[in-house]
T-cell receptor, first 114, second 111 residues
Framework: DAGVIQSPRHEVTEMGQEVTLRCKPI?????LFWYRQTMMRGLELLIY????????DSGMPEDRFSAKMPNASFSTLKIQPSEPRDSAVYFC????????????FGEGSWLTVV | SQQGEEDPQALSIQEGENATMNCSYK?????LQWYRQNSGRGLVHLIL?????REKHSGRLRVTLDTSKKSSSLLITASRAADTASYFC???????????FGTGTSLTVIP
């Protein structure tokens, strides 16, 4: 299995531009998470999908952030417009089903907004 | 918030020594997991302990859980330079499948 695949791995963009991060979870996993990691705030849960349905998006920082999961094998996290304070590592993770399972992380998307 | 906190924030030890990290959390949980993150990489699962378990071992790792104190500890015995990484605890919300991570302990093992 290829694991959770994220793209791009690195992105540098100018303030005000739209950023789209992509994630392919592990096949058969029915829960997907987006996390953001910064030195100041650590690892924050942004949004959680179960069976492609957003269950909890209370961690999404503001309306500039949106996430979709159109099917079981693809999710996007979009920031529009981006700001320098959005600079962080964004991780996608998937879980095979019910509580008590291991979380499988992608390698992260390193975003720098200048 | 369910977010846990690891203690200490940073730990530096000599190779061969034991490393102990602690995690405290706020509300009831089903499970607690420990993860490792090498610099520039994603998190990797180390061990899971269920709320009805008190201790668990895996190789050089030993995890304890005290639900009355809402705390857990991770012990790495006979540390190696390759153990240098950040270590995080993760708790699941008792009512769902959401996972919340602590702030992490940065471990440096000096050869």
């Amino acid at each position: 299995d290829a694991g959770v695949i994220q793209s791009p791995r690195h992105e540098v963009t100018e303030m005000g531009q739209e950023v789209t991060l992509r994630c392919k979870p592990i096949s058969g996993h029915n829960s997907l998470f987006w996390y953001r990691q910064t030195m100041m705030r650590g690892l924050e849960l942004l949004i959680y999908f179960n069976n492609n349905v957003p269950i909890d998006d209370s961690g999404m920082p503001e309306d500039r952030f949106s996430a979709k999961m159109p099917n079981a094998s693809f999710s996007t996290l979009k920031i529009q417009p981006s700001e320098p304070r959005d600079s962080a590592v964004y991780f996608c993770a998937s879980v095979p089903g019910v509580s008590g399972n291991t979380i499988y992380f992608g390698e992260g998307s390193w975003l720098t907004v200048v | 918030s369910q977010q846990g906190e690891e203690d200490p924030q940073a730990l530096s030890i000599q190779e061969g020594e034991n490393a102990t990290m602690n995690c405290s959390y706020k509300t009831s949980i089903n499970n607690l997991q420990w993860y490792r993150q090498n610099s520039g990489r994603g998190l990797v699962h180390l061990i899971l302990i269920r709320s009805n378990e008190r201790e668990k071992h895996s190789g050089r790792l030993r995890v304890t859980l005290d639900t009355s104190k809402k705390s857990s500890s991770l012990l790495i015995t006979a540390s190696r330079a390759a153990d240098t990484a950040s270590y995080f605890c993760a708790t699941d919300a008792n009512t769902g499948n959401q996972f919340y991570f602590g702030t992490g302990t940065s471990l440096t093992v000096i050869p």
